[in-house]
């Protein structure tokens, strides 16, 4: 499809187990980012990626959580010793040069539960 | 510490009514608003935004108001259709950052046949 995709839809880990969260962008989009959406909360920003320029990495909570991309293109999301509080929805979105406030374009998520 | 609030966390109105979905923010710096709606299981699609510049944008069926002075906006639907049920996110970029969306905890629209 055209769309942002995200694998897996669903992750269930137990407490302690490293997870890897894949991401598509739309072909074309430089920019890539990553949100969390816990229970009942809105999206929180992770990390954002725009071409070869060094990312922001503010959003990520703890060292336990890493964000790579590799050719410019797909990304990859690390979570390294999961704990119960890493339950979520982690989206990824991604846009064209984030000149002129572009929207962002969102992937379907990974639900992702820690056990 | 929330920059930016909906605070209703639901709304149910009648097909053919108008929605009214609200939203405040107390970051002056917001510059850029914008307007997502999610399915459940599904990512949030855009669906309008505004710029700080304008008091409203209406896009078919869809307008967002902007008082600045207030820092509230407000997203109106007309006439509501049962497709439009859905969760509602409104978003803001600041000046300082054009790419990190800030959101709210976005609100729940039921539209009844």
């Known amino acids: 499809g055209a769309g942002v995709s995200q694998s897996p839809s669903n992750k269930v880990t137990e407490k302690g187990k490293d997870v890897e969260l894949r991401c598509d962008p739309i072909s074309g989009h430089t920019a890539l980012y990553w949100y969390r959406q816990s229970l009942g909360q809105g999206l929180e920003f992770l990390i954002y990626?725009?071409?070869?320029?060094?990312?922001?990495k503010s959003g990520l909570p703890s060292d336990r959580f890493s964000a790579e991309r590799t050719g410019g293109s797909v990304s990859t999301l690390t979570i390294q010793r999961t704990q119960q509080e890493d339950s979520a929805v982690y989206l990824c979105?991604?846009?064209?040069?984030?000149?002129?406030?572009?929207?962002?374009?969102f992937g379907d998520g990974t639900r992702l539960s820690i056990l | 510490d929330q920059q930016v609030k909906q605070n209703s966390p639901s709304l149910s109105v009648q097909e053919g009514r108008i929605s009214i979905l609200n939203c405040d923010y107390t970051?002056?710096?917001?510059?850029?608003f914008l307007w997502y709606k999610k399915y459940p299981a599904e990512g949030p699609t855009f669906l309008i935004s505004i710029s700080s510049i304008k008091d409203k944008n209406e896009d078919g069926r869809f307008t967002v108001f902007l008082n600045k002075s207030a820092k509230h906006l407000s997203l109106h639907i007309v006439p509501s259709q049962p497709g439009d049920s859905a969760v509602y996110f409104c978003?803001?970029?600041?000046?300082?950052?054009?790419?990190?969306?800030?959101f709210g905890k976005g609100t729940l629209l039921t539209v009844n046949p």
């Open positions: 978003a803001a970029y600041s000046g300082g950052s054009n790419y990190k969306l800030t």
């Open positions: 979105a991604s846009s064209t040069p984030p000149r002129g406030n572009q929207p962002q374009h």
């Open positions: 990626f725009q071409g070869n320029s060094a990312p922001d």
């Open positions: 970051n002056s710096m917001f510059d850029y």
